[in-house]
């Protein structure tokens, strides 16, 4: 099945630096590629939709200014967490779109653990 | 509007037991259905989905689901319980009308009882 890869799986890094993390689809060409965050014990919230060479499209109470999405290529993703506070700690989890073929599904990242001392 | 019901966080199963998870959804358009699994500290992984056709699917791991329109439900079962079945499971709904935006439930944490 399709493969979607996400680096790094963990960070830790100080308040008030910046991280990025990327989100790549290894085995297909993703034109949209969405991020979620994830909190303990709790559900997927969506967090931005990623279109390839347009701006990504922020849900309601979400950052853009803190949450920078950069969808360069067809496979590459990038979300940078600036000026990381301890709150911002969570489970970031991509998934990229796959339109190929009869269905059309997403595939979901193993997620990244951040955690802002 | 689209969104996904998960009755019951926390189930508790014997080793061989049946697993019943129940999912109701809402949705004003013909709706796309998935389970999904997370292990502790890892992603989702796809279990199985609905889009279209029949309603019975078949997933990995012996997890199957229907689609119940009548009923807006698409539980997640499987006949006997295995001690790697113990996880996460959120079920999630979008259709092409959401540009596959996914909506997802809570999640049912499963333990499975030796």
């Known amino acids: 099945g399709a493969v979607v890869s996400q680096h790094p799986s963990r960070v830790i890094c100080k308040s008030g630096t910046s991280v990025k993390i990327e989100c790549r689809s290894l085995d297909f060409q993703a034109t949209t590629m969405f991020w979620y965050r994830q909190f303990p014990k709790q559900s997927l919230m969506l967090m931005a939709t990623?279109?390839?060479?347009?701006?990504?499209?922020?849900e309601q109470g979400v950052e853009k200014d803190k949450f920078l999405i950069n969808h360069a290529s067809l496979t590459l993703s990038t979300l940078t967490v600036t000026s990381a506070h301890p709150e911002d700690s969570s489970f970031y989890i991509c998934?990229?779109?796959?339109?190929?073929?009869?269905?059309?599904?997403?595939?979901f990242g193993p997620g990244t653990r951040l955690t802002v001392l | 509007a689209q969104s996904v019901t998960q009755l019951g966080s926390h189930v508790s199963v014997s080793e061989g037991a049946l697993v019943l998870l129940r999912c109701n959804y809402s949705s004003s358009v013909p709706p796309y259905l998935f389970w999904y699994v997370q292990y502790p500290n890892q992603g989702l992984q796809l279990l199985l989905k609905?889009?279209?056709?029949?309603?019975l699917v078949k997933g990995i791991n012996g997890f199957e689901a229907e689609f119940k329109k009548s009923e807006t439900s698409f539980h997640l079962t499987k006949p006997s319980a295995h001690m790697s079945d113990a996880a996460e499971y959120f079920c999630a709904v979008t259709s092409q009308n959401t540009g596959n935006q996914f909506y997802f439930g809570t999640g049912t944490s499963l333990t499975v009882i030796p």
């Open positions: 990623s279109n390839e060479g347009s701006k990504a499209t922020y």
């Open positions: 609905y889009t279209t056709g029949a309603t």
């Open positions: 998934s990229a779109r796959d339109v190929a073929g009869y269905t059309d599904t997403q595939y």
